[in-house]
């Protein structure tokens, strides 16, 4: 599918996944955090630098999808044996359950992802589906293959800078008093909006205004209701992906005007 990549590299990549894997799962283990995208980075960067220029973006961008995908299935595994732990579900039966949803994944995922793509503008950067991730991970091949000289102008020099200030941020929350630090903005929170887009902080605005009006209100309904509610947002908002791209599959855009007749 790809000619840029060569084979042998794909043949090494699968033989160093796998150790990868475990790390990742053990990882994933003790802190809950999926790192499979720095693993991911690492293949970016070394395929991509050994490639060369002409083929060096795509055959980075392969392999560090095939690295990715397989040490974060590893992560994935390890949470759901997590949740059959806590719910004394049979390690067994949760192991098939597994092999049964991953047949499935290979014929729903491609399926799913080519619904995405022939109803919505996938990549455009005015659209509603950005996918800044693409952007960024070419970048990223890109400097593999060129080196920093790939870098805008003063790129670097803001790297730094912002190095600092999320450093200096963070210190300021765990070395101040509790009354000074609770101001501080965590640096990692104040990322993710120019990373995905303001619709993403609005959302978590409006959210985090929703749990502190309820905790003033209610406390101790708030906090045993809130992760369910939460939980249920969160579904309901990725279970209107459906209907929105059988929407924009018969060219039907937003805003919509509905009226109701009387019965």
């Known amino acids: 599918m790809f ?5 042998f590299y794909v043949v090494i990549a699968y033989i160093l996944a796998p ?11 003790l802190t ?11 293949a970016l960067f070394v395929v991509a630098a050994m490639s060369g220029r002409d083929k060096g973006v795509v055959a980075g961008l392969v392999a560090c999808g095939l690295v990715k995908s397989v040490v974060s299935v590893a992560c994935t595994l390890m949470h759901d044996f997590k949740t059959a732990y806590y719910t004394c579900t049979s390690p067994k039966a949760m ?3 597994q092999l049964i949803g991953t047949a499935l994944g290979c014929v729903i995922a491609p399926l799913s992802f080519f619904l995405f793509y022939k109803a919505f503008d996938v990549g455009n950067p005015n659209g509603e589906f950005k996918a800044p991730y693409a952007l960024i991970y070419r970048n990223m091949a890109v400097l593999g293959v060129e080196g920093l000289s790939a870098l805008p102008h003063h790129c670097l020099q803001l790297c730094y800078g912002f190095f600092g200030f999320a450093v200096a941020v963070n210190l300021v929350r765990d070395i101040c008093p509790k009354k000074i630090g609770k101001w ?16 993403f902080a609005i959302d978590m605005c409006l959210g985090s205004f929703v749990v502190y009006v309820w905790q003033k209100v209610n406390p101790n309904k708030a906090e045993a209701m809130l992760p369910a509610t939460a939980s249920g947002l969160i579904c309901g908002e990725g279970l209107w992906a459906l209907p929105a791209s059988i929407l924009a599959l018969a060219k039907i855009k937003s805003p919509i005007c509905m009226k109701f007749f009387a019965s």
């Open 95 to 97: 192991f098939i359950c």
């Open 32 to 42: 809950d955090m999926n790192m499979a995208h720095n693993y991911g980075k690492v």
């Open 184 to 199: 501080m903005s965590l640096p990692m929170v104040m990322a993710i909006p120019f990373l995905v887009g303001a619709y």
């Open 19 to 29: 150790s990868l894997a475990f790390c990742n799962a053990y990882g994933t283990g």
């Open 3 to 7: 000619p840029q990549l060569k084979w």
